[in-house]
């Protein structure tokens, strides 16, 4: 397993370590969706700092037949923090933030450091 999920209250700290793929991101996903309280986040810290590569398609959305049901389960007000690796090119998590933003209508925004996503998140 390639992920750590750390609990803050209702909502999760995803930590990504190793090779991060789109069948890990859907693995996630699953085990997010599968948790009774799913529908109480309303944040999600996704840490990829520990990422050595990390292959996911641009359009990820395409990779999720489903997300109307993902979309569904939390309002506009949801909000998504990604911390990026240095290893892989920045731009690729640009991209990778407009995708959820446009495929969820969440917020997402990008941060070096956890506490300042945290503060975003949870003010």
Known sequence: MSYQINEIGSNQC????????????KEIDQFMRSR??????????????????????????????????????????????????????YEAYLIFADSIRVSTGWECKIFAEYDDALNWCNP
Not at 14 to 25: A, K, P, Q, Y
Not at 45 to 70: A, G, Y
């Open 36 to 89: 009774p309280d799913y529908a109480k986040a309303k944040f999600h810290i996704w840490d990829f700092r520990k990422v050595e590569e990390i292959n996911i398609p641009l359009n990820i959305e395409s990779q999720f037949p489903d997300i109307e049901s993902i979309r569904s389960h939390w309002d506009y007000n949801h909000k998504l923090a990604i911390i990026p690796d240095t290893n892989n090119a």
């Open 14 to 25: 995803i930590v990504l370590n190793g090779l991060v793929n789109i069948d890990t991101i």
